[in-house]
């Protein structure tokens, strides 16, 4: 059933000192209105997931539109173990020194306020701080542009 779904993807991005990581991410959703939060899994392997562990206070969740596809390809196939993802695309220090892709249709910045091991991923619970969204989004990358990729790192 899972499979079949097209939701949207994101691309997460985090910061501790000058250490700057980010990966694609589908596990990801609203979980309460009032007061507002967000969760975000990120997955145990990732670089993402060891930066945001280290002591990371934010995280920045960008949605992409199709346009951009290119940056759900650098940041879903390749690993902040072996690049430097930030060096190869436009991005300026957002709030908490938070890094904020240029391209992004819309994003927010969210304060962590806790995590909780769900298996191969751990939910990062965020309360949204800040952000930018335009008042209607076009084509927005989904699912089905981005299955095909070959992750950096296996889940
Ligand atoms: C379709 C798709 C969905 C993904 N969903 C997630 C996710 O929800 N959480 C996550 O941590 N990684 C997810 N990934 C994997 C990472 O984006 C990928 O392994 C990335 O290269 C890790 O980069 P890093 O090691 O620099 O953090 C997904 C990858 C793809 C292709």
Redesign the pocket.
Known sequence: MVALLDYP?FV?TTRVGDDR????????SQVSIKPSRFL????K?????RVASSGATHLAVHLLSKEHRDLARL???????RID?FSRCTWWEGPEGLPILADAAAWFAGRVLDRFDLGD?VGHLTDPVGGNAPDRFDDLVT?SD??D???????
Not at 75 to 81: I, V
Not at 149 to 155: F, I, T, Y
Request: with cysteine; glycine share 16%; proline share 3%.
């Open positions: 993807m997460v990581a980010g990966c694609l991410v589908g596990f990801s975000v899994g990120l997955s392997k990732n670089h993402t997931f940041f879903g196939s390749e690993t902040g173990d993802k991923h699912f981005v299955k990729l070959e992750p950096g790192h296996e889940a």
